[in-house]
T-cell receptor, first 111, second 116 residues
Framework: SQQGEEDPQALSIQEGENATMNCSYK?????LQWYRQNSGRGLVHLIL?????REKHSGRLRVTLDTSKKSSSLLITASRAADTASYFC???????????FGSGTQLTVLP | GAGVSQSPRYKVAKRGQDVALRCDPI?????LFWYQQALGQGPEFLTY????????KSGLPSDRFFAERPEGSVSTLKIQRTQQEDSAVYLC??????????????FGPGTRLTVT
């Protein structure tokens, strides 16, 4: 079963604009991870934020985490056509620390 | 260095056939996961190996699904008597984590299985 929902399901913006995606989860977590998936490809890890962190930056990416609301957001600044992909949040759980993914946001950046 | 590789990339099987999907993890990664991704959905966990030991197979949807990693490196996911609902992308991931700390998982490109 999916851990939670991502919002919006689909997002279309112009190159240069910022893109914000939100993720909600259901259970308590140690960390939350964001992954990108280009069409027909595997997932690529973008960023990991720990439960004691509120905000983290990596290049054009900014992730926030609100454990009281069980939500996270991913901001991509100055988007490029190459950012077109599906974005998933994921949380590790279980003894195996397997990832439980959200349903994803399909981002389209128009040139 | 080399990432996670999977083969075949695409597989078409007739209903009732058996299939075998291969995963080569990153060298030295102890942990290996298999996930199933239906169209338009996020991946869902199938099974987990730590070295050659299959420690969690709670996500396998039926006893037609079987996975092994006999020497603690390459893993094979086998599906017997394939059904149409088995059509999905099967993703393999590896990580250096052994469960006491979370690290990113490195994913292969996946095998797209279509059962006709």
């Amino acid at each position: 079963s999916q851990q939670g929902e991502e919002d919006p399901q689909a997002l279309s913006i112009q190159e240069g604009e910022n893109a914000t995606m939100n993720c909600s989860y259901k259970t308590s977590i140690n960390n939350l991870q964001w992954y990108r998936q280009n069409s027909g490809r595997g997932l690529v890890h973008l960023i990991l934020i720990r439960s004691n962190e509120r905000e983290k930056h990596s290049g054009r990416l900014r992730v926030t985490l609100d454990t009281s609301k069980k939500s996270s957001s991913l901001l991509i600044t100055a988007s490029r056509a190459a950012d077109t992909a599906s974005y998933f949040c994921a949380t590790p759980s279980g003894s195996a620390r397997q990832l439980t993914f959200g349903s994803g946001t399909q981002l389209t950046v128009l040139p | 260095g080399a990432g996670v590789s999977q083969s075949p990339r695409y597989k078409v099987a007739k209903r009732g056939q058996d299939v075998a999907l291969r995963c080569d993890p990153i060298s030295g990664h102890v942990s290996l996961f298999w996930y199933q991704q239906a169209l338009g959905q996020g991946p869902e966990f199938l099974t987990y190996f730590q070295n050659e030991a299959q420690l969690d197979k709670s996500g396998l949807p039926s006893d037609r699904f079987f996975a092994e990693r006999p020497e603690g490196s390459v893993s094979t996911l086998k599906i017997q008597r394939t059904q149409q609902e088995d059509s999905a992308v099967y993703l393999c991931a590896s990580t250096k984590s052994t469960g006491n700390r979370d690290y990113e998982q490195y994913f292969g490109p996946g095998t797209r299985l279509t059962v006709t």
